[in-house]
């Protein structure tokens, strides 16, 4: 029922960009939450930034603040997210989940529903 499908995702140089975008459709939830979520070989996955359905509130882990901006589309069915200034360290691949609750926060526990992920490499 729910599906969320990721894309954008690709090769870049350090201090270049990458607009990754969530498609999410099957829900009709008063309240949720999108959130993006990357992992790296080796390492957990970590919440990387978040948007409230309800109130808009935005959420970015240290690393990307600055860097990268998350946003959604003028017609509500797209969530993305903006990365530029890409460093090596953000390698990884990038999954895009939903939360069914207004605030969820960065735990991935809190996201019930996840997309199959796009892969951002980024070269020195």
């Known amino acids: 029922e729910v599906q969320l499908v990721e894309s954008g995702g690709g090769l870049v140089q350090a201090g270049g960009s990458l607009r990754l975008s969530c498609a999410a459709s099957?829900?009709?939830?008063?309240?949720?939450?999108i959130g993006w979520f990357r992992q790296a070989p080796g390492k957990e996955r970590e919440g990387v930034s978040c948007?409230?359905?309800?109130?808009?509130?935005?959420y970015y882990a240290d690393s990307v603040k600055g860097r990268f901006t998350i946003s959604r589309d003028n017609a509500k069915s797209t969530v993305s997210l903006q990365m530029n200034s890409l460093k090596p360290e953000d390698t990884a691949a990038y999954y895009c989940?939903?939360?069914?609750?207004?605030?969820?926060?960065?735990?991935?526990?809190?996201?019930?529903?996840w997309g199959q992920g796009t892969q951002v490499a980024v070269s020195s």
């Open positions: 099957g829900f009709t939830f008063d309240d949720y939450t």
């Open positions: 989940a939903l939360s069914p609750a207004a605030v969820a926060g960065r735990r991935t526990s809190s996201y019930p529903y």
């Open positions: 948007i409230s359905g309800v109130d808009g509130r935005t």
